[in-house]
Structure formats: structure tokens, C-alpha cells
Nanobody
Framework: QVQLVESGGGLVQAGGSLRLSCVAS????????MGWYRQAPGKQRELVAF???????NYADSVKGRFAISRDNAKNTVYLQMNSLRSEDTAVYYC??????????????WGQGTLVTVSS
């Protein structure tokens, strides 16, 4: 059993910062790419940021220069540092990981989501 658990969401004023964390736990052999997605009310889920196993990153145009994704492989954790937050960043943020278990099974796992609310 493998799971991802996000934390760090909350209410913040426009212009503020938040740091999201996502910890993978369970029978993990390795973790490949990991990403952060978000879903605002009435909208489809969208990719926010992605980091590969080799630490290559890419970002949605709407967050470039404001958000930064990073990972700590020793802790099976991925982070999303969000700066200069805007009201349009309000959404539920989900962590996603491409995980190989100790039984060498390959899964794409989603976390349960953490709510980020940016007040203007």
C-alpha cells in the first residue's frame, strides 16, 4: 500500500506565500516523476508543476516565476513553494507521483488534496 499525503494549504492574503508538502509512504522501491496539480471550483484539474527523477522541472505558464517545485528523495517528499499568490491560485492542490513498489509494481498515485485559498 502506497499513499501520498499533502499538507501546508490554508488561507493567505494576495501577495503572500505558502509551502505545500507531499510525503509518499508505504512499500516504495522508487519514485519517478512527481507533480502538483490543482482544481478550482467549476474548472478542470490542471498541471501546476512537475519534477522528474533527474530534477528537471516544468511549470504552467500561469505560475512561472512565482512557484517552485523541489523534491527530497531521502524523505520521499515533494514541495511546492508558492510566492506572490493571487486570488486565481485558489484551488484544491493535489500531489501526484509515479511510484514503483517493492514488489516492482508501477502505480500513479494521487494524494487527497489540500485547499489553498487566496483572499484579495
Amino acid at each position: 500500500q502506497v499513499q501520498l499525503v499533502e499538507s501546508g494549504g490554508g488561507l493567505v492574503q494576495a501577495g503572500g506565500s505558502l509551502r505545500l508538502s507531499c510525503v509518499a509512504s508505504g512499500s516504495i522501491f522508487s519514485i519517478n516523476g512527481m507533480g502538483w496539480y490543482r482544481q478550482a471550483p467549476g474548472k478542470q484539474r490542471e498541471l501546476v508543476a512537475f519534477i522528474s527523477v533527474g530534477d528537471s522541472t516544468n511549470y504552467a505558464d500561469s505560475v512561472k516565476g512565482r512557484f517552485a517545485i523541489s523534491r527530497d528523495n531521502a524523505k520521499n517528499t515533494v514541495y511546492l513553494q508558492m510566492n506572490s499568490l493571487r486570488s486565481e491560485d485558489t484551488a484544491v492542490y493535489y500531489c501526484n507521483g509515479d511510484i514503483v513498489t517493492t514488489s516492482y509494481r508501477h502505480f500513479t498515485i494521487w494524494g487527497q488534496g489540500t485547499l489553498v485559498t487566496v483572499s484579495s
